[in-house]
């Protein structure tokens, strides 16, 4: 049976719809940045998406090719991810959809290397006749982030965060969104298929413990 990420990293990927802190292990992404509305017919967020089932699925069929991988094993192809952040916003305004910068990811397995992506960049770009040159290869270590289960549409998710943000308050974290760590989402429903209030997307967000006054004091001293 195929190895299938969803099942085998449950706790990354299919959490409950209420908040839970996790640490996320570094892994190796298909990457794809750009900026605008992500519901554009045609616009740079569905060319991006575009480019990274291309490399994705070159990858995963890479085993029926004259091409071989060390360490290959059958997989599924994780579900598209997305990181979001607007300039000078402070978290996400939901109704400026074209300020929206992006990177779009896919999760690669562990025994994908650089050289195993550029074959794969190549290849689908000769064999589509796409150009998938502006994927990239990325490594993004996560850490300490607090998660949850959205379902309905995106323009409901402000409801959800702020339950993410209570227990945050509750349980002595802010949220440490920054230039590098950003605002998450995992797409776990297809749009095209499934009614927006049965959409199922896991949000995420980066998160710090807050310092109280002993703790700084046990640094201190120690």
């Known amino acids: ?103 779009s990811v896919i999760r690669l397995p562990d025994f994908i290397t650089q050289k195993d992506f550029e074959w794969a960049v190549e290849t689908a770009t000769k064999k589509k006749k796409l150009d998938c040159s502006s994927a990239e290869f990325m490594t993004i270590d996560e850490g300490l982030c607090i998660q949850i289960m959205h379902f309905g549409s995106f323009d409901d998710e402000p409801a959800t965060v702020a339950l993410m943000d209570e227990y945050l308050d509750k349980n002595g974290y802010v949220n440490d969104i920054t230039d590098t760590r950003l605002h998450h989402e995992i797409y776990l429903s297809d749009a095209r298929r499934v009614a927006p209030e049965k959409w199922k997307t896991v949000i995420r967000h980066p998160i710090k413990k807050i310092e109280t006054t002993s703790s700084l004091q046990k640094r201190r001293t120690s």
């Open 1 to 103: 049976m195929a190895f299938d990420f969803k099942k085998e990293y449950k706790e990354f990927y299919m959490p409950k719809n209420k908040s839970e802190i996790v640490t996320v292990p570094k892994a190796n992404y298909i990457a794809v940045r750009g900026k605008g509305d992500p519901n554009k017919e045609g616009g740079e967020y569905q060319q991006a998406i575009s480019v990274l089932y291309a490399v994705a699925y070159t990858l995963k069929m890479s085993y029926k090719t004259d091409y071989k991988i060390e360490g290959f094993f059958e997989y599924v192809v994780p579900p598209l991810e997305g990181f979001w952040w607007q300039d000078d916003i402070d978290g996400i305004d939901y109704t400026n959809k074209s300020s929206f910068n992006w990177i």
